[in-house]
T-cell receptor, first 110, second 112 residues
Framework: GQQLNQSPQSMFIQEGEDVSMNCTSSSIFNTWLWYKQDPGEGPVLLIA?????ELTSNGRLTAQFGITRKDSFLNISASIPSDVGIYFCAGQGGGQKLVFGQGTRLTINP | SQTIHQWPATLVQPVGSPLSLECTVEGTSNPNLYWYRQAAGRGLQLLFY??????ISSEVPQNLSASRPQDRQFILSSKKLLLSDSGFYLCAWSVKGSSEAFFGQGTRLTVV
């Protein structure tokens, strides 16, 4: 079945730093989604990507759909304390169900 | 606008007791509905999905079952809980044909 490898698993950064995380797939995806989950809450959709090479922004967040269709990247610029949480990538391809990465836990030191 | 309600938020149940978690969606018709389980704040595992009333697909063998008695209602059940059923359960919905899933607030289940 389809598998996603999300990295890094965790990040410890200073407030104001930029953040980068990525997901790679063992197969081609038609859709990449990025979610953020706050403690004790359900994941919230941040960005949706539908075309290879697509670059989409949502405020300080920017995500890209890799040209090979097997990877995606999420960048957060000038991090702030409310960016803390777990970020998940999710992908779907070939009529399969949405597959989630294992998450990147972001911790920000003030 | 669409909203999804999931309850209860937390639940502590003894081993061997039954379980019923409920999820309802408002503001949309004929959604796809999903139950996920999340262990230790990490990845999401799809348990069940439904494309319509009475239509349930199970993704993994387990001690749980799901039902969809109404278009916008999805229920997760167990006849006898196991310790290993503890976790964070999330309900989600999506529009037919769309990959974008929208999640409820989750239920933290602790089996003791």
């Amino acid at each position: 079945g389809q598998q996603l490898n999300q990295s890094p698993q965790s990040m410890f950064i200073q407030e104001g730093e930029d953040v980068s995380m990525n997901c790679t797939s063992s197969s081609i995806f038609n859709t990449w989604l990025w979610y953020k989950q706050d403690p004790g809450e359900g994941p919230v959709l941040l960005i949706a990507l539908y075309k290879a090479g697509e670059l989409t922004s949502n405020g300080r967040l920017t995500a890209q759909f890799g040209i090979t269709r097997k990877d995606s990247f999420l960048n957060i610029s000038a991090s702030i304390p409310s960016d803390v949480g777990i970020y998940f990538c999710a992908g779907q391809g070939g009529g399969q169900k949405l597959v989630f990465g294992q998450g990147t836990r972001l911790t920000i030191n003030p | 606008s669409q909203t999804i309600h999931q309850w209860p938020a937390t639940l502590v149940q003894p081993v061997g007791s039954p379980l019923s978690l409920e999820c309802t969606v408002e503001g949309t018709s004929n959604p796809n509905l999903y139950w996920y389980r999340q262990a230790a704040g990490r990845g999401l595992q799809l348990l069940f999905y439904s494309i319509g009333i009475g239509q349930i697909s199970s993704e993994v063998p387990q001690n749980l079952s799901a039902s969809r008695p109404q278009d916008r209602q999805f229920i997760l059940s167990s006849k006898k809980l196991l310790l290993s059923d503890s976790g964070f359960y999330l309900c989600a919905w999506s529009v037919k044909g769309s990959s974008e899933a929208f999640f409820g607030q989750g239920t933290r289940l602790t089996v003791v």
